[in-house]
């Protein structure tokens, strides 16, 4: 366990900006996450996952923790169902696959989705009709005040759209050290209505898919619409999908007939935050060495020397555009450091 000063965080973002912490430790064991955090409990902390949903506006003035904690095991099994656990420094996507080469259905859909397993919860990642809740069982932190350790339920969580109690009443008080899923040996259930997904099945003559059909599907949408960060610095969808009453939606369909729309409730619509973005013309446009992808409106790029500073300049004028054209208020998903 070795700190190191003024570390660049550059390759640990997927936006790749090069921001630099005053102190960096990665961190491998809970044994040396609970040490140094008795240890070093009196500094600032920021804790660091896959760094895939964040935007480094400036350096960090803290000891920066990379959960790097590793492992995936089975803890229990029926005839039909599986319950894994996975440590949070796990990447998601490979759990994902992991899950798939095992034949455990029921996150197919969250294929390729950035990140580690650790931040998953946090979000309540989602994509294609499926949320992180849909198969929560529980997960296990760390308190950063006393290290003890506490297992969180389903219900303990509180999960909301791209929401959680670790982003709400909890935000900075606990790290996620390993979180439990149940999926489905058998009979699986598979979600395809939603998006292109039967589209792109079909493309393919797929007429009786597999977990694996469905995840090829997932990732063959996914990236011909998102750019792969190694290459093109992001952090995939910047923005959530604002839900708006049943009756602005009335005068927003008013006003732009073809406006594509997903009802939550009786009360509720969900209005793509791409269309928006899009329709308030700023798709494609680029700005020096940052923009809005060609693709897809929703994603925010580094081309490869922008600041996080000009990145959230740029997400600041999409709100306020987008305000001032559907009169909706659209939020960041990815958070701003």
């Known amino acids: 366990m070795t700190i190191i000063n003024n570390a660049s965080l550059k390759s640990f973002n997927t936006f790749g900006i090069d921001a630099k912490a005053q102190s960096y430790c990665d961190i491998s064991t809970i044994e ?25 506006t400036k350096d960090i003035d803290a000891l920066v923790l990379h959960i790097n904690l590793k492992g995936i095991e089975v803890v229990s099994e029926t005839k039909n169902s ?4 996975a440590m949070a420094g796990e ?23 950035p990140g580690n397993i650790g931040t998953a919860p946090i979000q309540n990642i989602g994509a294609y009709g499926v949320e992180l809740k849909d198969v929560f069982v529980s997960c296990e932190a760390l308190k950063i005040d006393d290290q003890s350790i506490k297992t969180f339920s389903k219900s303990d969580c509180n ?28 009979e699986h259930v598979l979600r395809t209505d939603y998006g292109v997904i039967k589209n792109e099945l079909d493309t393919n003559g797929i007429t009786k898919p597999s977990i694996q059909d469905v995840s090829n599907a997932v990732i063959a949408i996914r990236q011909s619409k998102l750019p792969d960060p190694k290459i093109i610095g992001n952090s995939g969808s910047f923005f959530k999908n604002p839900i708006i009453s049943a009756k602005a939606f009335i005068e927003l369909e008013r006003n732009f007939p073809d ?37 897809q409106a929703l994603v925010l790029v580094n081309y490869g020397n922008a600041t996080g500073k000009e990145i959230f300049e740029l997400a600041q004028l999409i709100q306020k555009t987008v305000k001032r054209l559907f009169n909706i208020q659209i939020e960041t998903e990815v958070n701003i450091i």
């Open 159 to 186: 999960f909301g759209y791209r929401e959680s109690v670790f982003k709400q009443d909890l935000k900075g008080q606990y790290i996620i050290t390993s979180v439990n899923l149940e999926l489905k040996k058998t």
């Open 32 to 56: 040396d996450l609970s040490t140094i955090l008795k240890n070093y409990g009196d500094v600032p902390l920021f804790i660091l996952g896959g760094g895939s949903n964040m935007l480094l």
């Open 259 to 295: 406006v594509p729309s997903y009802k939550v409730s009786d009360e509720t619509i969900k209005v793509p935050a791409g269309w928006l973005i899009e329709k308030a013309g700023f798709k494609g446009k680029r700005f020096n060495d940052y923009g809005v992808h060609s693709k």
């Open 91 to 113: 990447n998601w996507h490979n759990f994902v696959l992991w899950c798939l080469n095992h034949n455990f259905g029921g996150i197919e859909n969250l294929s390729l989705i």
């Open 82 to 85: 599986v319950v894994i656990k």
